[in-house]
Nanobody, 119 residues
Framework: QVQPVESGGGSVQAGGSLLLSCQPTRFTSCIYDISWYRQSPGKEREFVSGIDRDGVTTYADTVKGRFGISVDNGKNTAYLQMNSLTPEDTAMYYC?????????????WGQGTQVTVTS
């Protein structure tokens, strides 16, 4: 398995923006579909956004139009640009990599990065 490291979280006021990053702790030659998830206290982890190897993106309805997912293959890094943040976006954010090749390792759940939005 591959351990991801999420970063970029912090505390912002409502209406603000954050850019989250996700990098694996070790390089593989594998290609991954990348997804971002979030979990708030007392709630289940939920899907936020995903991007596949062809660049096709998907978003939860709650973030559509405000969040943008991207991948920089040269830097081996995935991003989640979050704009127009609201207190409801407060959560721990995690990234997940799913390999297209079954012989490749998947991503473990990382430590996540905390996003706190104040009103």
């Amino acid at each position: 398995q591959v351990q991801p490291v999420e970063s970029g979280g912090g505390s912002v006021q409502a209406g603000g923006s954050l850019l989250l990053s996700c990098q694996p702790t070790r390089f593989t030659s594998c290609i991954y579909d990348i997804s971002w998830y979030r979990q708030s206290p007392g709630k289940e982890r939920e899907f936020v956004s995903g991007i596949d190897r062809d660049g096709v993106t998907t978003y939860a309805d709650t973030v559509k139009g405000r969040f943008g997912i991207s991948v920089d293959n040269g830097k081996n890094t995935a991003y989640l640009q979050m704009n127009s943040l609201t207190p409801e976006d407060t959560a721990m954010y995690y990234c997940k990599g799913t390999p297209r090749n079954g012989a490749c390792p998947g991503y473990d759940w990382g430590q996540g990065t905390q996003v706190t939005v104040t009103s």
